[in-house]
Nanobody
């Protein structure tokens, strides 16, 4: 069983930056692909970014490419999402997720069904 806890959300103005953190407990963190998703009311949960077990490979949604950076610290069992040049359309609940069914995976996972454990989410609100 893996428990994920996100933090770092909040209210910012357009153009500002924010860093989200997700700390894991249980499981074998340094073997899992990790990801960040986001969701707004009434809409599906969409991929934001994913990272391979080692951190060597990353992938991003087109909408955040060049503005967001996913990273991880396997010693601390944490995954991060650095968000820059935030826009009102980035407003959402952001979720951290772990893919535990396969070890030593890459970053080419984009669907909710690809991930096995989820955090409770952290709200990010960007005002114009």
């Amino acid at each position: 069983q893996v428990r994920l806890v996100e933090s770092g959300g909040g209210l910012v103005q357009a153009g500002e930056s924010l860093r989200l953190s997700c700390v894991a407990s249980g499981g074998i963190f340094n073997r899992y692909s990790m990801s960040w998703f986001r969701q707004t009311p009434g809409k599906e949960r969409d991929i934001v970014a994913a990272i391979s077990w080692s951190g060597a490979s990353t992938s991003y949604a087109d909408s955040v490419q060049g503005r967001f950076t996913i990273s991880r610290d396997n010693n601390e069992k944490k995954v991060y999402l650095q968000m820059s040049s935030l826009q009102p359309e980035d407003t959402a609940v952001y979720y951290c997720a772990a893919r535990t069914r396969v070890h030593y995976g890459g970053s080419d996972y984009h669907d909710v069904a690809d991930f096995d454990f989820w955090g409770q989410g952290t709200q990010v609100t960007v005002s114009s």
